[in-house]
């Protein structure tokens, strides 16, 4: 390969003549690549695109080469080929466009010319000392042997497999996920599969979202069995109650009400408060996922709220658990939305009562100002470790013992964080398996205003 003499605006330039030097041209790419700072990867796809255009016009009346670094908002590296005319049709430019940003053939001024771009990297600072750099590395390799350029392909041959049995395995592991999915996620990976099939660059971003988006795909699915399985038992059993006894009831040759039917009767509106109760809960728990839950914020006599909900609790319970309620003197009147708040707190002493066999269920009150906290405590069975971070999802229900003779529908703690958080506070659970559970809801303490006394009435002579 025979070097001419390079325009102003060029690094370096060759003359094509011989197959030798389309192999030198392999090597001097490469080179140049690796000068500029390139990854490995850009290295090959360089070395193989000037490779093969440079076979392709092999032949062509003086066909040169030129290596240029130009001027303009683009940093790029520039090579093109030149030639005055030959037996050759136009160019094959598939090959290369593959493999490099941008290829185009150009023809005027009684030549033509096949100009083949790739971005620059972002590390790359241009300067005198730079480019000198980048012109050694072009000479260097300017006359390889046959040996020597075919050492090279080799390497570069396993250096490609290597990358593209890693992808294959790569998208091994990606298919078996996506098999799992719906096909909205298979239409997802066949979109995404295609965009991967042209370049190789943001593979790890991509895998990263698939994961996400499967994820949440599970997760919503695993919820929406959890519901169905729960919800339908939950309110096909007093429906049923309610649907059967009546019938018994409206029956023809049904006596007059009897003491058993008074029974019956009880069993009914038992049944029917369950399951107004349950839908209640589950609308509310829809209304505030929609954002639609409002908050009414007013002076709540805490006092009042408490004794209230523990004359109601303590029939609730076993009567080998004592529930133990703050003092009365210790309770302030706060600001703050007294229904919301008593859905919380009856909740969580709900599910403390329902699986505390034996001991006590106690609630705490405390100020810290600019913050009240309410912590619910048991001696009851308690919470695996592995399990914690489950309770609070909606529909999911620790399995045990009590859970045969206390049937819940696993939104009671869930609904209680979701209202907690509406009144600008957190929850927090802690737990162990036989001990017990301490559960701990903060708010925002405003403490209400004070009433103004009536006015004592003047004396008058």
Known sequence: MSIGAPEPATLAAYDLTTPQDVFALRRIGQSAAE???????DQVRIATALSELGRDRL???????SFALPPGPDRVLAVVFGWTGGAKGDPDLEPASRLLHRVRHETGGGRERIVAEHPLPTSWVDSTDARRGVVDALRRHASPTLADDLREQTRDLITALEETRAQREEMRRL?????????????LYTELSQELEET??????????LEEKSARLRETSEAKTRFWRNISHELRTPVNAVVALTRLLLAPDSAPLTDEQRRQLSLIDASGQSLLSLVGDLLDVAKAEAGQLEINAAPTDLRALLAQLGAVMRNTGS???ALRMPEPSALPVAVTDEALLTRILRNLLSNALKFTEKGEVSLEFRVDAPWMAFTVTDTGVGIAEDE??????EFYQVRGPLQRTHRGTGLGLPYARTLTELLGGSLRLSSTPGTGTRVEVELPFTPAPPTSAPAAPENTP
């Open 200 to 209: 190789n660059s943001g593979v790890v971003a991509l895998h990263a979202e």
């Open 59 to 65: 032949g062509c009346d003086d066909l040169t080469v």
């Open 388 to 393: 914690l971070a489950k309770v609070f999802e």
């Open 319 to 321: 009567s080998d658990v």
């Open 175 to 187: 298919n078996e996920e996506l098999e799992e999915t719906n096909r909205g996620v298979l239409a």
């Open 35 to 41: 000068a500029l700072g390139m990854d490995r990867q």
